[in-house]
């Protein structure tokens, strides 16, 4: 690195002084004045000028007295940081330990070290932080150790005395459901050829806001699984030509399902029988529903599922309850 100040060497001051000069001086009086000044006028004021001004331009008291480090610092924690290229800084190594691994590998060094899964207490009087590490999780079971042996028979002990009868236990609670629904049931005369007839119904008991029935539809909330009843007096008759007295007629719920439940409730007359007379059937359907994922809708329909049948009227009760 090249010097940063200047030496005055012997030939700055060669032809200055007086003892460069005939004697006597010859010279007019300001000039023979100067003579005696020369050396610090000429010599020695300009260089010691040239050294303030570069002392100045350095910044001296801005400065870090070293080649490698290019700054330095004091961080929020109020611990001091050094950066060797003017950009990253780093706490010092005096600030801490070195940080390294279970492999080795070393972590720059931070102004907080943070532990996890352990329990930090601050111990103010000892001065000092103390770290306890929590329970870890069990381990497996060991190995079933072998039998001992079987110890000496003891004394057989002495009868004890009866004890009091104990009290008598508290009644038992009735059974509960989270909700339940029921309601009337009913169809008007339809000619089933025609057009189905949908079950309509009328509610009178709903418990839990489980169940809810708008005219003709079922509504079943998710979250469980339901137990639904329809019973009651179907009226059926045939419409068929020929007087034959046929009919056949089913019901549909319009689930994903919905051949199960024709299959089920299909009521056919197919033999002989007085023309234009009407059966009255005991109809029951009893089926549950899973609700558990998603909500379900259903339509109970009457529809016809051979020959030309007129449906007199169905009326009934129907009744739902939500499972757990």
């Known amino acids: 690195m090249a010097d940063l100040f200047k030496k005055i060497e012997p030939a700055d001051y060669a032809d200055k002084g007086i003892r460069v000069k005939p004697n006597p001086l010859g010279l007019p009086v300001a000039e023979a004045q100067r003579a005696f000044d020369e050396l610090v006028l000429d010599v020695a004021i300009p260089q010691f000028n040239i050294l303030v001004d570069v002392l100045n331009n350095l910044q001296i008291d801005t400065r870090v007295p070293s080649e490698n480090i290019k700054g330095i610092r004091i961080n929020p924690d109020k611990v001091i940081e050094v950066t060797t290229d003017g950009i990253a ?28 899964n352990v329990v930090v207490a601050d111990d103010e009087p000892n001065r000092r ?48 459901s989270s909700g339940y629904f029921h309601a009337k ?23 839990g806001g489980l169940i809810s029935a708008s005219g003709n539809e079922v509504m079943l909330k998710k979250g469980h699984i339901y137990n639904i009843v329809i019973s009651g ?16 007629i089913q019901m549909t719920d319009s689930s994903e399902d919905a051949d199960f439940c024709r299959n089920i409730t299909r009521i056919k007359r197919d033999g002989t029988k007085l023309p234009y007379s009407n059966d009255y059937h005991s109809f029951n359907f009893n089926r549950m529903y899973d609700a558990s994922a998603k909500d379900i809708t259903l339509k109970f329909i009457f529809e016809q599922s051979e020959y030309n049948t007129l449906l007199e009227g169905f009326s009934g009760t129907i009744t739902i309850t939500a499972l757990d």
């Open 89 to 116: 800084y780093e706490a010092t190594g005096s600030s801490g330990h070195i940080v390294e691994d279970g492999t080795g590998k070393e972590y720059p060094q931070r102004s907080r070290l943070q532990f996890k």
């Open 129 to 176: 932080t103390v770290i306890e590490g929590v329970q870890g999780i069990q381990g497996e079971k060991g190995d079933k150790g072998d039998k001992g042996d079987p110890g000496e028979k003891g004394d057989k002990g002495d009868k004890g005395d009866k004890g009091d009868k104990g009290d008598k236990g508290d009644p038992g609670q009735n059974g509960g």
């Open 185 to 207: 049931a009913s169809t008007g005369v339809a000619t089933l050829q025609n057009h189905p007839a949908r079950i309509e119904f009328n509610e009178k008991i709903n418990r």
């Open 233 to 248: 007096s179907l009226g059926v008759s045939s419409n068929a030509t020929g007087n034959t007295g046929y009919y056949g």
